[in-house]
């Protein structure tokens, strides 16, 4: 077994791998020669294999019939086993895949009879879990000394099931007293998306979660690099599947990456990038299946700062104008909009204001914003203002550098877009965007249009 050199103690990489990355035998081997071509690379943070969420997270529900649970965990072993089967001396392993399946199997059997939302995020849990041991198994299979560690050790949560906030401070601790040690002659396969409540419960860290977790145990070990494997050659200037002209970026800042996370590009949850700037960690993103054509470094500084770096779409869109004539040479007004959107936990993304009213933008994606706007929300700022909702909308981000300094950005992009109604605009607030609203029916022509213009 191969292990890290001494030359090599103050340099740790923590590498994540993506569902799709860890989806079969030859897509996980593709990633232990990664890890083992590089030996910084000291802790692994792993997705469940592709399909198996979708499989748990319908487990994870209510009304679930005991032939479609025997039949999801059916369909998740069969998943698990078609790796087990590429492996030689793999009697131990199968051993601890099937106690997880049993394991599984008798939460499945608690949710159908008292659904709860912790046993829904021991349920989700399971994915990582058997991808993890699994994974470990692969790299000692081509000489790599690699150990299955149980993240729940170390990443100590609260009790928000579904949504848990890690505490940083305890992660930090139980690092360095536990998993720090290991790395001198292992290399850690852990799981990222769940951790552990103080009465011991698994709990998971909601959309984003893996990546997250990762740059968590990244910033707790004082790591040099933080590296996100996926199935894309790194960051593009926009989504390949709108234009074929977009084209992979080599350097991007912080501050950049962050606006594209933030504005929807899919390939790094915004989250992801808090650890790694409290700590300046560069973060690379990088295709698993593709790693010798390089990809994107994420870091503090770069060498070139284009006005256009990128240009990012996020769907589903529900855009609220509250309008009163009491806004008018009148304090306070915002503050009581804000406190009634505050009560119901709604988060506004963009802003502009006028006279007499105020247009916010809710990102939506899973309808659930809508249906609470049409209800009670609207109820409530009714008391204060008339209100209008808008759905099916889609905000458009330009992403860049001292775009508000810049002259002339505003007749490149509307010059762009004759033809396409602006439903709103929002500039001003960062330097590195300049945002809009357009119809989602409109959305994929918007970004086409843009990048042709501005990337030519």
Same mark, same amino acid.
């Given at each position: 077994?191969?292990?890290?050199?001494?030359?090599?103690?103050?340099?740790?990489?923590?590498?994540?791998?993506? #569902?799709? @990355?860890?989806?079969?035998?030859?897509?996980?081997?593709?990633?232990?020669?990664?890890?083992? &071509?590089?030996?910084?690379?000291?802790?692994?943070?792993?997705?469940?294999?592709?399909?198996?969420?979708?499989?748990?997270?319908?487990?994870?529900?209510?009304?679930?019939?005991?032939?479609?649970?025997?039949?999801?965990?059916?369909?998740?072993?069969?998943?698990?086993?078609?790796?087990?089967?590429?492996?030689?001396?793999?009697?131990?392993?199968?051993?601890?895949?099937?106690?997880?399946?049993?394991?599984?199997?008798?939460?499945?059997?608690?949710?159908?009879?008292?659904?709860?939302?912790?046993?829904?995020? =021991?349920?989700?849990?399971?994915?990582?879990?058997?991808?993890?041991?699994?994974?470990?198994?692969?790299?000692? @299979?081509?000489?790599?000394?690699?150990?299955?560690?149980?993240?729940?050790?170390?990443?100590?949560?609260?009790?928000?099931?579904?949504?848990?906030?890690?505490?940083?401070?305890?992660?930090?601790?139980?690092?360095?007293?536990?998993?720090?040690?290991?790395?001198?002659?292992?290399?850690?396969?852990?799981?990222?998306?769940?951790?552990?409540?103080?009465?011991?419960?698994?709990?998971?860290?909601?959309? #984003?979660?893996?990546?997250? @977790?990762?740059?968590?145990?990244?910033?707790?070990? &004082?790591?040099?690099?933080?590296?996100?494997?996926?199935?894309?050659?790194?960051?593009?200037?926009?989504?390949?599947?709108?234009?074929?002209?977009?084209?992979?970026?080599?350097?991007?800042?912080?501050?950049?990456?962050?606006?594209?996370?933030?504005?929807?590009?899919?390939?790094?949850?915004?989250?992801?990038?808090?650890?790694?700037?409290?700590?300046?960690?560069?973060?690379?993103?990088?295709?698993?299946?593709?790693?010798?054509?390089?990809?994107?470094?994420?870091?503090?500084?770069?060498?070139?700062?284009?006005?256009?770096?990128?240009?990012?779409?996020?769907?589903?869109?529900?855009?609220?104008?509250?309008?009163?004539?009491?806004?008018?040479?009148? @304090?306070?007004?915002? =503050?009581?909009?804000?406190?009634?959107?505050?009560?119901?936990?709604?988060?506004?993304?963009?802003?502009?204001?006028?006279?007499?009213?105020?247009?916010?933008?809710?990102?939506?994606?899973?309808?659930?914003?809508?249906?609470?706007?049409?209800?009670?929300?609207?109820?409530?700022?009714?008391?204060?203002?008339?209100?209008?909702?808008?759905?099916?909308?889609?905000?458009?981000?330009?992403?860049?550098?001292?775009?508000?300094?810049?002259?002339?950005? #505003?007749?490149?992009?509307?010059?762009?877009?004759?033809?396409?109604?602006?439903?709103?605009?929002?500039?001003?607030?960062?330097?590195?965007?300049?945002?809009?609203?357009?119809?989602?029916?409109?959305?994929?022509?918007?970004?086409?249009?843009?990048?042709?213009?501005?990337?030519?």
């Amino acid at each position: 077994m191969s292990v890290i050199s001494n030359n090599d103690d103050n340099l740790i990489t923590v590498s994540k791998f993506g #569902g799709t @990355s860890v989806a079969d035998h030859q897509a996980m081997l593709r990633c232990a020669h990664i890890i083992k &071509n590089d030996p910084t690379n000291r802790v692994v943070v792993v997705s469940a294999s592709s399909g198996v969420t979708n499989y748990l997270v319908r487990l994870s529900q209510a009304n679930v019939s005991v032939d479609e649970q025997k039949q999801l965990i059916d369909n998740i072993k069969e998943i698990q086993f078609k790796i087990l089967q590429e492996l030689k001396d793999s009697k131990a392993l199968e051993t601890k895949i099937l106690t997880l399946i049993d394991e599984l199997t008798a939460y499945a059997q608690a949710q159908s009879l008292n659904h709860s939302a912790r046993i829904a995020d =021991a349920i989700l849990s399971f994915g990582e879990q058997m991808s993890s041991v699994i994974f470990a198994q692969v790299l000692q @299979s081509i000489g790599v000394n690699g150990h299955a560690f149980d993240v729940r050790q170390i990443m100590k949560t609260n009790s928000l099931y579904g949504q848990a906030v890690v505490d940083i401070e305890q992660l930090a601790d139980c690092a360095e007293k536990i998993l720090k040690k290991k790395l001198t002659d292992q290399v850690i396969v852990t799981q990222g998306f769940i951790g552990q409540n103080e009465a011991g419960y698994t709990t998971t860290l909601g959309r #984003g979660g893996s990546d997250y @977790s990762a740059a968590l145990i990244a910033e707790a070990l &004082n790591a040099s690099s933080l590296a996100i494997w996926t199935d894309v050659v790194g960051i593009f200037t926009t989504d390949p599947r709108i234009t074929d002209q977009a084209r992979a970026i080599k350097e991007i800042s912080f501050g950049e990456a962050a606006e594209m996370a933030t504005f929807g590009a899919k390939i790094l949850h915004p989250a992801t990038l808090i650890p790694a700037m409290r700590k300046n960690i560069p973060v690379f993103v990088g295709s698993s299946k593709e790693p010798e054509k390089g990809g994107t470094r994420i870091q503090k500084t770069v060498e070139s700062k284009p006005t256009y770096r990128s240009i990012s779409l996020r769907k589903e869109q529900t855009l609220v104008t509250v309008k009163s004539p009491a806004m008018l040479h009148a @304090s306070g007004f915002l =503050a009581k909009v804000f406190a009634v959107l505050a009560k119901h936990e709604l988060s506004v993304d963009l802003i502009t204001t006028s006279e007499i009213s105020v247009a916010m933008t809710f990102d939506n994606p899973t309808g659930s914003t809508q249906a609470l706007l049409n209800s009670t929300v609207v109820d409530e700022l009714e008391q204060l203002c008339e209100v209008s909702v808008e759905n099916g909308l889609s905000l458009v981000a330009v992403v860049g550098n001292s775009i508000h300094k810049t002259n002339g950005v #505003g007749t490149s992009i509307f010059d762009a877009l004759s033809g396409i109604n602006v439903r709103m605009i929002c500039q001003g607030a960062s330097e590195h965007n300049l945002c809009f609203l357009v119809n989602e029916a409109q959305a994929n022509e918007t970004v086409e249009k843009l990048h042709n213009t501005l990337f030519a």
